[in-house]
Nanobody
C-alpha cells in the first residue's frame, strides 16, 4: 500500500504564495507519477498539475500555468506544488495523488486513473 500525506495549506491574501508538500511512503516502486487536484466548494474535483517520477515531465491545467510549479524530491519521495500569484478562485481543498503505470498527459489529467490519494489540505485565498 501507499500512503500520501499533504501539508502546507493555509490562508493567504490574493497575490501571495504557498507551497504544498506531499510525502509518499509505502510500496512506491516502479514507474509512477504524482498529481495535484483541487476541489472548490460545490464544484467537481479538477486537475491542477502532474509530474512523471521517471522523466520529470510536468503538466499543468491552463488555469494555473505560469503561476504554479510542480516539482519532486526523489530522495524524500516528496512532491511539491509551489503556488504563486494566488487568486481567490484558487481557493479549494488540494489533494495529491499517485498513479503507478503509464504517464501520458491524457491519463494524468483524469482523477480516476490515480490509485492513491492524500487526505487533502485547505487553501484559502482572500481578496
Amino acid at each position: 500500500q501507499v500512503q500520501l500525506v499533504e501539508s502546507g495549506g493555509g490562508l493567504v491574501q490574493a497575490g501571495g504564495s504557498l507551497r504544498l508538500s506531499c510525502a509518499a511512503s509505502g510500496r512506491t516502486f516502479g514507474s509512477y507519477s504524482m498529481g495535484w487536484f483541487r476541489q472548490a466548494s460545490g464544484k467537481e474535483r479538477e486537475f491542477v498539475a502532474a509530474i512523471s517520477w521517471r522523466t520529470g515531465t510536468t503538466y499543468y491545467a491552463d488555469s494555473v500555468k505560469g503561476r504554479f510549479t510542480i516539482s519532486r524530491d526523489n530522495a524524500k519521495n516528496t512532491v511539491y506544488l509551489q503556488m504563486n500569484s494566488l487568486k481567490p478562485e484558487d481557493t479549494a481543498v488540494y489533494y495529491c495523488a499517485l498513479r503507478q503505470g503509464s504517464s501520458y498527459y491524457y491519463i494524468l489529467i483524469v482523477e480516476g486513473n490515480y490509485g492513491y490519494w492524500g487526505q487533502g489540505t485547505q487553501v484559502t485565498v482572500s481578496s
